[in-house]
Antibody, heavy 122, light 107 residues
Framework: QLQLQESGPGLVKPSETLSLTCTVSGASISSSGDYWGWIRQTPGKGLEWIGTIYYSGTTYYNPSLKSRVTISVDTSKNQFSLGLTSVTAADTAMYYC??????????????WGQGMLVTVSS | DILMTQSPSSLSASVGDRVTITCRASQSISSYLNWYQQKPGKAPKLLIY???SLQGGVPSRFSGSGSGTDFTLTISSLQPEDFATYHCQQSHSSPYSFGRGTKLEIK
């Protein structure tokens, strides 16, 4: 059974870089055809798609965050990571790692981590 | 970006009621519409994908319909465990955007 678990600092100072890691168990992160992604949720904006990385390393980032986001994969550890630079209070959110899937060309998220609350504050 | 608008934002209902939640896309998304259920302190859970396909293990009292810009999620007979927040999401065009959610509360 696929499981995802976020980890990282729960408190980040303004202007610094937010770094989170998602550890995948129950599947190989380098499985052909699999995408891995990050989604965040705030009370004000709801759920927001941050970006995804394909097993080959190809990435897609939400244009609203693209200048500040990096998603990478470490196949040796079966992990993928999120980096978000120059954070502000607006980046305070619950961050979820996720495994998007698809059926007959329709994409959806059928596996989510439990979420990690990251607060941006000095 | 495609804007997803849900209505109502909150809803009070009783066990056994039939409930309908609406999601409207700012442009046509064919049937690229997913519904998720989220309970407090938990990650969203996929209920329906491709507008009307029930995810495995989801009770048949949940159903989805619609195409183009207008979609509905229907719960045919509310159960106590159904009180939660429901989100729609379009997967037609990146970035895959979500609605703001509909909170379903006990009357």
């Amino acid at each position: 059974q696929l499981q995802l678990q976020e980890s990282g600092p729960g408190l980040v100072k303004p202007s610094e870089t937010l770094s989170l890691t998602c550890t995948v168990s129950g599947a190989s992160i380098s499985s052909s055809g699999d995408y891995w992604g990050w989604i965040r949720q705030t009370p004000g904006k709801g759920l927001e798609w941050i970006g995804t990385i394909y097993y080959s390393g190809t990435t897609y980032y939400n244009p609203s965050l693209k200048s500040r986001v990096t998603i990478s994969v470490d196949t040796s550890k079966n992990q993928f990571s999120l980096g978000l630079t120059s954070v502000t209070a607006a980046d305070t959110a619950m961050y979820y790692c996720a495994r998007p899937a698809a059926s007959s060309g329709y994409s959806y998220v059928d596996n989510w981590g439990q979420g990690m609350l990251v607060t941006v504050s000095s | 970006d495609i804007l997803m608008t849900q209505s109502p934002s909150s809803l009070s209902a009783s066990v056994g009621d039939r409930v309908t939640i609406t999601c409207r896309a700012s442009q046509s998304i064919s049937s690229y519409l997913n519904w998720y259920q989220q309970k407090p302190g938990k990650a969203p859970k996929l209920l329906i994908y491709a507008a009307s396909s029930l995810q495995g293990g989801v009770p048949s009292r949940f159903s989805g319909s619609g195409s183009g810009t207008d979609f509905t999620l229907t719960i045919s007979s509310l159960q106590p465990e159904d009180f939660a927040t429901y989100h729609c999401q379009q997967s037609h065009s990146s970035p895959y955007s979500f609605g703001r959610g509909t909170k379903l509360e006990i009357k």
